[in-house]
């Protein structure tokens, strides 16, 4: 599916665009990053339209009409084949599991919050206070869940870990301090480490 040259629609600040630069840079696959901005209506051309009815990013083009959305579902077409989406079926589906996990209890609240600050300029006192909540118990999970492991899933790096990295290590952004969770901050470094991206300030 990766095998050729594919276009990304999507918004260099949007965590959901930036797990799948994540996956293709680290996989050195071949792509186009076409900038599209969510906050001036670019999402609703037609042209973009075309791509993902849904009207958000990110989006891909494989070409062929093969159009995709939901960024969880680029990933497993990215990773498909090599370590970052293993290949037996349990491990597969613990995968699946963390990245349903993502986008329903994580992505909604330490995404949105930070989505408030970041995009809409609020201070952290006007995010909503329940989706704060949600958020803390987010990441509270997390941090438990990472104890003496070293990724998510197994022993080495998946897509896991970069669908649930792209948001967490920039919760900061969204009023939300790791400080207190020592093995997500951890758990962070390694997964930046292995990206070879720099830590997010
Ligand atoms: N579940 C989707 C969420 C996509 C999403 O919420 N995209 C946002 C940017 S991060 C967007 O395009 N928002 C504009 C809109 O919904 O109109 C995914 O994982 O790709």
């Not at 973009?48 to 960024?71: K, M, Y």
Request: hydrophobic share 40%; aromatic share 10%.
């Amino acid at each position: 599916m990766s095998d050729g040259r594919f276009t990304l629609y999507g918004d260099r600040r949007s965590g959901n665009c930036l797990k799948i630069v994540y996956t293709a840079d680290l996989l050195g696959l071949d792509y186009r990053f076409v900038d599209v901005d969510i906050m001036t209506g670019e999402s609703r051309t037609p042209e973009f339209l075309a791509v993902n009815p849904a009207g958000q990013v990110p989006a891909v083009d494989f070409g062929g009409g093969r159009t995709l959305a939901q960024s969880n579902a680029v990933l497993v077409c990215l990773a498909e084949g090599t370590s970052l989406l293993p290949a037996d079926v349990f491990d597969r589906a613990k995968v699946l599991e963390w990245l349903f996990w993502e986008q329903y209890s994580h992505e909604p609240y330490v995404a949105v919050c930070r989505f408030q600050m970041v995009y809409e300029g609020k201070p952290a006192e006007e995010r909503e206070g329940w989706r704060v909540t949600k958020a803390e118990a987010a990441l509270d999970h997390m941090e438990r869940q990472l104890a003496g492991k070293p990724f998510l899933v197994g022993t080495r790096l998946t897509i896991a870990d970069i669908s649930l990295l792209a948001y967490t290590r920039l919760a900061g952004e969204g009023g939300f301090d790791l400080a207190g969770r020592p093995k997500l901050g951890a758990w962070i470094a390694r997964c930046e480490s292995e990206l070879g991206i720099a830590g997010a300030g």
